[in-house]
């Protein structure tokens, strides 16, 4: 079916500001997000994450201009969450809210909520209806908000560290989830997590956020033609940082360089011609781009 | 399910030599469905654009087809497709190994059929 959707993308943020007192959270940000990717933003605490995800649901007011889903969060933000689901600190839900009254809320104020299909889900986990939250594992809380916003038919779902304090079979199965009944190419997911390998092959493009700028913003494509690294045997040592890697490690007494064949002056051809050459991970990217001699 | 990804080829690529693999050994059979994309995407936690890819490619190879509504199922032709490949593989890749390696050890064509014939008396 064509979107018959007029924005082009469902989040256009052109210069995004947000300060607080004369601290800089946000700092002259522009960004897009295309419909039906899944877009990770990475970056230290502090760094501009939340408060850029408090923007996008008219949470905080800020400078600039940014619209989701082609509304302005500040002056259209009843509109928007008609369209927009978030999870983030699991403490929101009261803890004297039983299962059954936390769906007969959200079926009461949300249109676009499917009861059944929340019920469904429950049943599916140890949740009973007359349970409370208070009686809950942390886990159950989680499993309990993602039945209640997996069921809303939402076209953009905003995640701020969902997975916080969960162990790792929570962790797993909420993910999966995610993909199994709520994702699909019409819908866009936006996550912050400091868990970055148990998300990135779900990513389709990756942000990383510092000191309130984006430093780094492409899809997983590009940043696999992008960056490549080699782990480099002594005799290429001296060819290998001719080339000016942007990290380097010893694994092993060999040296493992990080390349960014968009701004060193070296070709893909040339690093691979260095060593046995591999995609990097999230994580050792993320270190080399956050070191700050590097941005 | 439990995937271990390793970095040095992308992982449609893996993903899509997974599915080869199993037609294979037989695991898959022609006319066999294929898991949807959602489920793969679910059950590796991968992007369901990642597991879209790899199917794309064994489509544009003629090893699955798209049935309309229905989802991917593997094609009769499919079984032999990978054996000539493989075969064009093996006589490509492999085998100019093994020659010269024959060559290097001085075997010629009646002592590897001698070995034959005593292996099977033997087996």
Known sequence: ?295 | MNADWHDNTPIYRQLKARVVEMMLDGLLKPGDALPSVRQIAADFQLNPITVSRAYQELADEQLVEKKRGLGMYMTDGASEKLLDSERTRFLNEEWPAVLERLDRLGLNASDLLLAAETGVKNG
Do not use: C
Request: proline fraction near 3%; glycine fraction near 6%.
């Open chain 1, 1 to 295: 079916m064509v979107d018959t959707n007029l924005t082009d993308f469902i989040i256009d943020a052109k210069n995004l500001t947000k300060r607080y007192g004369k601290s800089v959270a946000v700092d002259n940000i522009s960004f897009q997000i295309p419909a039906g990717r899944i877009v990770g933003l990475i970056g230290p605490n502090g760094s501009g994450k939340t408060t850029t995800l408090k923007a996008m649901l008219g949470l905080v007011p800020f400078e600039g201009e940014l619209k989701v889903l082609g509304l302005d969060p500040r002056t259209q933000r009843d509109e928007l969450m008609k369209q927009v689901s978030f999870i983030a600190d699991v403490a929101v839900l009261p803890r004297w809210i039983r299962v059954r009254e936390a769906i007969d809320f959200v079926a009461g104020v949300h249109p676009k909520f499917d009861r059944a299909k929340a019920e469904r889900y429950i049943q599916n986990t140890k949740l009973k209806p007359a349970m409370k939250v208070k009686e809950m594992s942390k886990g159950m809380i989680v499993q309990l908000h993602l039945a209640l916003v997996m069921a809303i038919d939402a076209k953009l779902l905003v995640l701020d560290e969902p997975t916080l304090g969960l162990d790792i079979l929570y962790r797993k199965q909420f993910y999966q989830n995610l993909l199994e009944d709520y994702f699909d190419e019409n819908k866009t997911i936006i996550v912050t997590t400091h868990q970055v390998e148990e998300i990135e092959h779900i990513l389709s493009d990756l942000m990383f956020i510092r000191e309130g700028k984006i430093t780094l913003s492409a899809s997983m494509d590009e940043i696999a033609e992008r960056f490549i690294e080699v782990m480099v045997s002594a005799d290429n040592l001296a060819a290998a940082l001719a080339l000016k890697p942007i990290d380097e490690r010893q694994v092993f007494g060999k040296s493992v360089m990080l390349f960014d064949t968009a701004t060193s002056n070296s070709s893909a051809d040339a690093v691979k011609a260095l060593g046995e050459a591999r995609a990097p991970g999230i994580a050792d990217l993320f270190v080399a781009t956050m070191r700050g001699t590097y941005a």
